[in-house]
């Protein structure tokens, strides 16, 4: 089993910029892909990005070009590196093991002038 714990959240303004660290502990997600996903107030969780286990990324349209997903060498940590934030871009990240299909407790982030 994996636990997950997410940061990095908080309030920043339009066009600015987070990265988000999800921290691994109880295994190595070495043999897994990792993924973030978001949910916003009164939605349903969304797809954000995925990066595979020979390091190939995807991610949902409506953050192409904007947000990169990567992972440290020691595969302990992944992280989601988030540009030119929009106040659409506001929810709860959760950083996602693929294998086990399981989340961390989430960091909010507010995009908001």
């Known amino acids: 089993q994996v636990q997950l714990v997410e940061s990095g959240g908080g309030l920043v303004q339009p066009g600015e910029s987070l990265r988000l660290s999800c921290a691994a502990s109880?295994?190595?997600?070495?043999?897994?892909?990792m993924a973030w996903d978001r949910q916003a107030p009164g939605k349903e969780r969304e797809f954000v990005a995925i990066i595979n286990r020979d390091g190939s990324t995807g991610y949902a349209n409506s953050v192409k070009s904007r947000f990169t997903i990567s992972r440290d060498n020691a595969n302990t940590t992944v992280y989601l590196q988030m540009n030119s934030l929009k106040p659409e871009d506001t929810a709860v990240y959760y950083c996602?093991?693929?294998?086990?299909?399981?989340w961390g407790q989430g960091t909010q982030v507010t995009v908001s002038s």
């Open positions: 109880g295994s190595t997600i070495r043999f897994s892909a």
């Open positions: 996602r093991h693929v294998n086990t299909q399981s």
